[in-house]
């Protein structure tokens, strides 16, 4: 057999990859894993019931204009049916949002450090990943931002709140940098964690999406909806971007179980907004019971929380997983801890206090 070329093997290990997750195991059988920010809740019964129904028939394929969740989801937020688009999870929606705009020789800005997945995917289309430092407050700054696009930028990313560090862009900054950002590029509103922000001065993308023919919202059933391992997610768009990403989904990328599943959540959504609001409490006793200890923490708007501690960034995630909780080290910056079960946050505090 001959060699495979060299050309064609660089090629193929130039693709950039994520991290593997860390799993639960890591930190031991028992072990709580606070580290990709999942909804710490079992499904509601009448979830995993209309999962069960859509089970019997998994040797179809699934309805590929995912026409019931679209329709829940036009009269959940008022846009028309043409608006939406569904794919496997919002990063699945982010990575066709890059393919169907930019392309080698354009570029795509968004802060750093945030969501891993942008300087992935971007490569991934062959585009150029431009990244913004955050201030030192954690908070991106729109105005290097907004003069870090350039006629070759197609794409923007503002993820709000910010992962890892929960902290959020506010209503009148947004709308400021939005007022400078040139008609024919893209504006991103990464949401996943909406539901847990409680601050009343950040913006409703979907609001900013109205007024805006550039701003598109992304969102997901992963987060507050607990649908984690079944991979849907959204995005509001207007026309032109909404049918380029219904021409770039891979056919059939959600399963008709995750397509009951998001519906069955639309309509549980009181019961599990009232388990959003019960982290939302959990997350205020953990943050203030590390300021107790002496941690700065950022202010977070998420279902997480940032510590920023550099050079002692893995010994603290060691220390962790060996009391049984797995969290997310950013080796030589911090560590993001997801806000889980009471048990699960109490032993972190534990912790957090003894490495203090
Ligand atoms: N955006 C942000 C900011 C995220 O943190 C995540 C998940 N970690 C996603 C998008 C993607 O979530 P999913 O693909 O599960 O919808």
């Known amino acids: 057999m001959s060699e495979m070329s060299p050309r064609l093997r660089a090629e193929l290990e130039g693709i950039p990859t994520y991290k593997p997750g860390r799993p639960a195991a890591v930190g031991g059988p028992d072990a709580y894993k606070l580290s990709s920010n999942e909804n710490p809740y079992p499904p509601l019964p009448g979830v995993l019931e209309s999962v069960t129904a859509a089970a019997s028939s998994f040797n179809r394929y699934p309805d590929m204009a995912c026409t019931g969740l ?11 049916l043409s608006h939406l688009s569904t794919g496997t999870g919002s990063v699945g929606v982010a990575q066709q949002l890059i393919q169907a705009t930019s392309g080698p020789g354009d570029e795509v800005v968004y802060a750093w450090r945030s969501f891993e997945a942008y300087p992935i995917i971007t490569r991934i289309s ?13 908070v991106h700054d729109l105005d290097a931002m907004a003069e870090a696009i350039t006629d070759r930028t197609r794409l923007v990313f503002v993820c709000n709140p910010n992962n890892p560090t929960g902290t959020v ?29 409680r601050d009343l001065e950040v913006p409703d993308g979907v ?12 969102r997901t059933f992963s987060k507050a909806y607990g649908l984690a ?26 399963s008709q179980l995750a397509q009951e599943a998001a519906i069955a959540s639309l309509r549980a959504e009181d019961e599990l907004l009232g388990r959003v609001g019960s982290l939302v409490c959990e997350r205020t006793r953990v943050v203030e019971g590390l300021r107790a200890q002496g941690w700065t923490v950022p202010e977070t708007h998420a279902n997480f929380v940032w510590l920023r501690l550099g050079e002692r960034t893995a010994d603290f995630s060691a220390a962790c997983e060996e009391h049984g909780v797995v969290v997310r080290p950013f080796l030589g910056e911090g560590v993001r801890v997801t806000i889980g079960e009471s048990e699960a946050n109490d032993v972190f505090l534990k912790v957090s206090e003894v490495f203090r």
Do not use: M
Not at 126 to 138: K, M, N, R, Y
Not at 207 to 218: G, K, S, T
């Open 207 to 218: 609001e900013l999406y109205r007024q805006r023919p550039n701003v598109c919202v992304l």
């Open 229 to 254: 391992g079944l991979r849907v997610g959204f995005a509001i768009a207007h026309e032109p971007v909404a049918a380029a990403l219904r021409k770039t989904a891979v056919p059939f990328g959600v």
């Open 169 to 197: 862009v506010r209503r009148t900054e947004l709308e400021r940098f939005l007022d400078r950002v040139p008609g024919d590029v893209l504006v991103v509103l990464d949401e996943a964690y909406r539901e847990f922000i």
């Open 70 to 80: 679209v329709n829940e989801l036009s009269e959940r937020f008022g846009v028309p």
């Open 126 to 138: 062959g585009a150029t990943p431009v990244e913004v430092p955050l201030t030192p407050g954690d």
